[in-house]
């Protein structure tokens, strides 16, 4: 396996090329928890289409795929900050400011495509607003986007006023981003997924950026001995997380046509759960794009498929929490408690 | 006698030269206007009981601490340096004690971490980080299962010898290293300090703390002895000996410091 053919140079402990390992080293190209996800969706899948006739109908996973879209593309951008070692507990605080800002705008007059870039604006400044708090301020990520949660849900509050049923836009207004059909029949979130997914994957595996998000997840302090700018980046990977959480929030608007201050409430933690199903580690350094794609998707056939085949709504909370439990158990267990 | 020879024009002038430098943390005086030079191509050992000032000495040089008083030149001109990358400017690298390795990333990027080779201002050019990588190991004879491997697959020696590459590749004149084989073996010490050697045979000026006294005399050109944040002695290899620098590190004997620090003795 080593790449310097033995010679006068050898010098034996660090050129033996660890016989013993070199087999260890193979088996770490299989990627055992990519492998477990797949596994998973496929037995998932599986068993939903032999307990439901309407699972496998291609307008059933069309619809899988555009529920999942909202929370894939929040997960995307909390992917990114979660392996960069940080915390985002504003995604669903900002979906539902971003959704308030712009319908806001829209029934005032403001063009809808210039309330939707203000409105993503919106969400990249309060990405920013995070990122400040926790590179700055020093604060904890969780304690800085707890607070920020909080104040994002009083401000969309504040808009929504004593409107008892939220902003509501007319139906013709604001269907582009969600509701329309792209070619006929594909749905347009599943299209915008797909693009989160695909700009994920190229800042984390292409960009400095990504390099030094997986660095700084790894150990933050070689990095900023080694004149890494940890906090720049850190502070991007908020605002990266700020944009998507906005662009769900656009997306969210479109599809209901309606913004309301308790929108996405509580859907946090099952975004969170889903990144974290998808091998991101609350540490930092580790998962990517992909997994937390597969993540994303497990839980959305678990979704669709329990309710396809009427399981009660507990047995759907349970059995979430029991793959979460399993699936990152499983990765513990196989790593013999991580190499740190 | 080797001292006045530091003191005066009588050498040439030190590459890398560090003038009243002073550090405090709270009531703790790690530096107490301490005087440094390395020369160019020496292998210069820093020794001192624990709690010396040996390590503030080298994160001031490398840019992790600030120094309350002093100055620091590099060929005689007065270089600031206030943050790691101004160090590796000043063409300082630093191979730290433990190990600051980031253990997720493969090999190539830890050596070029903070300094990846990017296409355009945000793309990273991995292929050609992992050739340079190579490129840079190889200089040194070092023989890695492969640069694309986790740094948390090595063991510490390779860990080590990674360290060693991420100091050569930021072309640094001046590599200093806070205790490098403190956490290795036997063996795997054995070749850091061949490593060490290296690095001289190079060009490079070496800096090296370390608590072996036999690796010094192993590998050393000059010595100076830190004592209670103060310079108490700096001696040539072959002209002192192991007791004479035992005697310095413990206080046995009186430094050289009232001739260096306003004639005070040392406590």
Known sequence: ?340 | MTLSMDRNTAGPQPALEMRGISKAFGHVQALDNVDFEVHAGELLALVGDNGAGKSTLVKILSGVYRADRGDIYVDGARVQIECPSDATKAGIATVYQDLNLVPNRDVASNIYLGLEPTRGMILLNRAKMFADAEAVLGTLGIKLPSVKVDVADLSGGQRQAVAIGRALARGGRFILMDEPTASLGVEQTQLVNELTVDLRAQGHSVVFITHNLAHVFDIADRIVVLRHGRRVGVRARGETTREEIVCLITGAIRGDVDQTCHGQAVP
């Open chain 1, 1 to 340: 396996m080593s790449l310097v053919p033995s010679g006068v140079h050898e010098r034996s402990p660090f050129g033996s090329a660890d016989r013993r390992g070199s087999l260890r080293q193979r088996l770490r190209f299989v990627d055992w928890m990519m492998l477990g996800l797949v596994v998973t969706l496929v037995g998932l899948s599986a068993y939903f289409a032999s307990a439901s006739p309407y699972f496998l109908r291609v307008e059933n996973l069309l619809n899988i795929g555009a529920h999942g879209a909202i929370r894939g593309i929040v997960a995307i951008g909390l992917t990114i900050v979660m392996v960069a070692g940080g915390l985002d507990l504003t995604i669903t605080a900002v979906m539902c400011a971003v959704g308030m800002v712009t319908a806001e705008l829209i029934i005032t007059g403001t063009p809808e495509w210039l309330a939707a870039v203000i409105g993503l604006a919106t969400g990249g400044a309060m990405g920013a607003a995070n990122g400040l708090l926790v590179t700055k301020g020093r604060i904890q990520p969780v304690v800085a986007t707890l607070s920020t949660m909080s104040i994002m849900r009083g401000v969309a509050f504040i808009i929504e006023r004593d409107r008892a049923r939220g902003v509501s836009l007319q139906l013709d207004q604001f269907s582009f981003l969600a509701r329309d059909r792209f070619a006929g029949s594909m749905p347009t979130p599943l299209i915008w997924w797909l693009l989160a997914c695909g700009i994920g994957f190229f800042i984390l595996r292409y960009t400095v950026l990504g390099q030094y998000v997986y660095a700084i997840g790894g150990n933050s302090d070689a990095c900023r001995v080694s004149g890494v700018r940890v906090d720049l980046w850190r502070f991007l990977t908020y605002v990266l997380s700020g944009l998507a959480s906005g662009f769900a929030g656009l997306m969210l608007l479109s599809l209901t046509n309606t913004a309301y201050s308790q929108a996405a409430m509580g859907a946090e933690l099952d975004i969170m759960a889903a990144v974290i199903l998808g091998g991101v580690g609350l540490g930092g350094g580790r998962g990517g794009v992909v997994g937390t794609m597969l993540g994303t998707l497990i839980l959305g056939v678990l979704n669709n498929g329990m309710t396809l085949t009427s399981t009660p709504l507990y047995w759907q909370y349970i059995a979430r929490g029991a793959i979460l439990v399993v699936s990152v158990g499983l990765d513990t267990l196989r790593k013999g408690g991580g190499y740190r």
